[in-house]
């Protein structure tokens, strides 16, 4: 980004002088692990069905209460770039807007649209009569009551909307960086000039590449093109 172009240190005084001598200290810790020998002896096993278990539990919940959660599923994608539309607005009013803040800005814009549209198509993907059963019977009772079909069916909708989800929030971290950089001091100090530097992973680029895989995950669970778990 382009706020701190014209930002110059100079030597000094300060931390980023030229008269400065940093002196690196290394200790060396020696540590002997007398245990290295003793097998831990865990059985892995009750925590692989444990874990399978509760899997199915958080499937058949997600389908019990799908409506609930493609509710705030919608919020959370539709929001994801409210952040960057006040990014822009407080860069017009201190005349610091450049034309990449714009494209990023309609980046998240897009992103944020297309995540809601996806989110829609994820949810009139979900079968009614796999819904209504989730809503009538236990989740043992649940998934007995499946076809091999049908369990690949819950699990894809599942996935779908894990991976919508985690691709908005992805655009969240983003717009929290273009918002935190449109308030930050061009001396790079205070405390949006330290939030935009600890979001700097999030930078448009590496959310961009996220969003695709997701999507792409989510496209190949409504298309039935996802790795049968009956198989």
Known sequence: MSKFENFNVNGG????????????????????????????GENPLPIAIGGVAGLAALNWWFFSHIDQVYFYLNILTISSAG????AIAV???????????IFRFLGCAFYALGLFGLAILARNHAPPDVIQLS???????????????????VVANFLSAISIGIAAVMVHFGSIRQ??????????????YRIYSLSTPFKMRFVSVVIAIFSGVVWAAMNGQLPSISA
């Open 13 to 40: 005084n300060n931390q980023f002088g030229d008269n400065n001598t940093q002196n690196n200290v290394t200790n060396n810790s020696h540590h002997h692990n007398n245990n290295g020998n003793k097998d831990s």
């Open 135 to 153: 809503e009538q019977v236990r989740f043992m009772e649940f998934w007995r009551g499946l076809t091999d079909h049908g369990k690949d069916l």
């Open 83 to 86: 952040l960057s539309f006040l």
């Open 179 to 192: 918002f935190a950089y449109s308030l930050a001091k061009t001396n790079r100090t205070g405390f949006f």
């Open 91 to 101: 860069l017009l009013i201190t005349s610091n807007i450049t034309k990449e803040d």
